[in-house]
């Protein structure tokens, strides 16, 4: 484990969003390797030679490639337990897979990158709005079971390192989030803490100048 960790990522990728909130968390030194999904450098031979799945995020670790986020969360949460992520209850462990899987699952896919450009333009933001409000409609009723200053409880699990880069997407898209008071309070409790501010897609070194805060 001497080597420094590889992440390649994408500013605004809440994927690969998910995985700098963990490794900021954890205190893990790595490697940024932006790759611009915009201009398609996730589709050049170099890359998907590597990473077939041609997506980020992806990281190189302990000798190791590993794709998808929530691999290597998982990953990162078995190799580095310190700061962990995973409650040591087994139930509120799996409420923080169910809200993952709320997230990761049901809501980002449907409004990726991938599935946007296969919209006309002019019906993109609409169509993320409406997927985004649907799947924070459920969260929130999650969240009324389970939530404390964070998504499970007063720590932060892996619930969080996906809820609040999904609500990046939220803002993007100008999604109305007076519904979901719960969602916001654990985004404001989130906001306290540096692991979040470093990661937010504004503080990427591949964020372009004019977006950023």
């Known amino acids: 484990m001497d080597a420094i960790p590889v992440l390649y990522t994408y500013f605004r990728s809440s994927s690969a ?7 900021h968390y954890k205190g893990i030194s790595y490697e940024s ?7 398609g450098e996730h589709l050049g031979e170099d890359y998907t030679r590597q990473n077939p799945e041609a997506q980020v995020p992806f990281m190189l670790i ?3 490639a590993i794709g998808q986020s929530i691999a290597i969360l998982e990953y990162l949460e078995e190799t580095r337990p310190e700061r962990p ?11 923080v897979r169910a809200i993952v899987g709320a997230i990761c699952c049901d809501i980002q896919p ?12 002019d019906q993109r933001a609409e169509h993320a709005r409406k997927v985004i409000a649907h799947g924070l409609e459920i969260v929130e009723k999650m969240l009324e079971k389970t939530a404390g200053e964070f998504c499970v409880g007063n720590n932060v699990t892996l619930a969080d390192c996906c809820l609040i880069p999904q609500l ?10 007076s519904p979901f008071p719960r969602v916001c309070a654990v985004e404001a409790n989130a906001g306290t803490l540096d692991a979040f501010r ?16």
Request: aromatic letters at 4%; hydrophobic letters at 35%.
């Open 17 to 23: 969003a998910r995985v700098r909130i963990a490794l």
């Open 33 to 39: 390797r932006p790759v611009n999904l915009s201009a």
């Open 198 to 213: 470093q990661s937010h897609w504004t503080q990427q070194a591949d964020c372009p100048p004019e977006l950023r805060k």
């Open 168 to 177: 990046g997407n939220a803002h993007r898209f100008g999604v109305d989030m």
């Open 85 to 95: 992520l995973l409650p040591r209850d087994p139930a509120q462990r799996a409420q």
């Open 110 to 121: 449907l409004q990726n990158l991938r599935v946007l450009k296969t919209l006309p333009e």
């Open 62 to 64: 302990d000798g190791n």
